[in-house]
């Protein structure tokens, strides 16, 4: 028996010689520009009818058109903001517009036109965020601020936020600004026996967006500690000059101190601002005088000049607060119903809200007799308002609101005179408003 050859050793394959190649590194580009673009902003309809004799039932809308752009840049952040908010008037006007730039979390650059931030109304002033359809006496309807919000200003400096591991988080702003200044309008009337009676306007204005002549600046402040994430305590300061180049130099200055703590479904927040004007009386004067120089360029020297101030602002000392206390709540048996069946998390807010203003040392009026300026009339007013309200959120940036309120100051002295939103006549002292709003964000 024949036994087979043994079989062939197997050839050997040529190992092919294998040349690793290092992976490219990833594209480094930055976002593209619409991608760090957000267009947002807020609307508000309120309805409003009260018990003034001249006051007829009225719808107002207010709307503010919101635009950021944020790019991460070589060294740090830049920002930009922008806002036009149109007023009850019909008004349009840029409410921000700034550049930042972040060289640490706890140093940011910021210039532009900003809100700026004494109290924290003023920088969170947006409708939709609020759970009463109107917004409070110190930041806009007797303003106790400087300017009524929204108060924005050009200007300058730096913000940052600073953790710590035992006390929570402390945030700081502060910025160098133009300056408030005095607004007027004059209007004269010559009587039959001679005298001249000249109505004064004077509204304080903020500063200018364009070439600012005036010499002096202004400078406002903030320090904001949030022990947690649910409480923030705050307090704020501003001071600048405010008279206009023709008159006496006089300083402003004011100070707030505000905050807000959460308590499971209870709420409480709250803004008290205080705002001296110096040398109130010296502006006064000032003012008159340069009514009757205005007279004698015009050849007419009249043995006795009135001159009437308007309401605007003008009072030695103005000292206001506002006090929130909220209670949110959804009850069980309407999670059913069209006010929770499509929502996450719908809510009604429960709000009561009590305010008061202080006007020391408000201008009235000032005499001439024999062509010298008597001591310029002035009172010391105050304002008070209580508000009950009932608010909706299906959404967090959509609330409907509904409210009560009463308005009330000195007896027999009409409202009209000490605030800019209730046209009574000279002995209506109270005004009781039924308010019904919408408010969006988007």
Do not use: C
Request: aromatic share 12%; no cysteine; hydrophobic share 40%.
């Amino acid at each position: 028996m024949t036994q087979a050859p043994p079989p062939l050793p197997a050839a050997v394959q040529p190992v092919a010689q294998v040349t690793t190649v290092p992976a490219a590194p990833p594209l480094v580009s930055r976002p593209p520009w619409l991608s760090d673009f957000k267009l947002g902003g807020y609307g508000s309809t309120r309805f409003e009818a009260n018990d003034l004799n001249k006051f007829s039932d009225t719808f107002t809308f207010l709307t503010e058109l919101e635009v950021e752009r944020r790019q991460p840049v070589e060294g740090g952040l830049r920002g930009f903001s922008q806002s036009i908010e149109g007023s009850d008037k019909s008004e349009v006007s840029l409410e921000q517009a700034w550049m930042q730039f972040a060289l640490a979390d706890w140093v940011r650059f910021r210039a532009g036109m900003m809100l700026v931030p004494l109290g924290r109304f003023n920088i969170n002033h947006d409708d939709n965020r609020w759970d009463l359809p109107r917004r409070s006496l110190v930041d806009r309807g007797v303003p106790v601020l400087p300017v009524k919000s929204a108060w924005s200003e050009v200007g300058m400096g730096f913000q940052g936020d600073i953790p710590t591991q035992r006390f929570g988080k402390f945030s700081y702003q502060v910025y160098a600004m133009n300056r408030v200044t005095l607004d007027s309008t004059l209007e004269t009337v010559a009587r039959a026996s001679g005298e001249l009676e000249t109505e004064v306007e004077i509204q304080p204005r903020r500063g200018t967006a364009n070439l600012d002549f005036k010499r002096d600046k202004a400078g406002v402040f903030r320090l904001a500690w949030s022990p947690t994430l649910e409480t923030e305590i705050a307090t704020s300061v501003y001071y600048g000059r405010y008279t206009p180049d023709f008159l006496p130099s006089e300083a402003l200055w004011g100070v707030g101190v505000d905050g807000k703590a959460t308590f499971g479904p209870f709420e409480v927040e709250g803004e008290y601002i205080v705002t001296k004007y110096n040398g109130i009386t010296r502006v006064a004067r000032g003012f008159a005088n340069a009514v009757l120089e205005r007279q004698l360029e015009d050849g007419t020297a009249p043995l006795n000049t009135v001159v009437d101030f308007e309401l605007a602002g003008l009072a030695s000392t103005k000292q206001g607060y506002w006090l929130d206390l909220r209670y949110r709540f959804f009850p069980d048996f309407l999670r059913n119903s069209i006010f929770g069946w499509k929502f996450d998390n719908p809510q009604f807010i429960a709000t009561t809200r009590m305010e008061q203003v202080w006007l020391d040392g408000l201008v009235q009026q000032a005499d001439f007799t024999g062509g010298e300026l008597t001591t310029p009339t002035q009172e010391n007013r105050f304002v008070d308002r209580a508000t009950l309200g009932l608010a909706y959120r299906p959404v967090p940036l959509v609330v409907f609101q509904l409210a009560f309120e009463r308005t009330w100051t000195n007896k027999n002295k009409s409202l009209a005179a000490v605030t800019n939103f209730l046209p009574a006549q000279r002995t209506e002292d109270t005004a009781n408003a039924f308010l019904f709003g919408v408010a969006f964000g988007f």
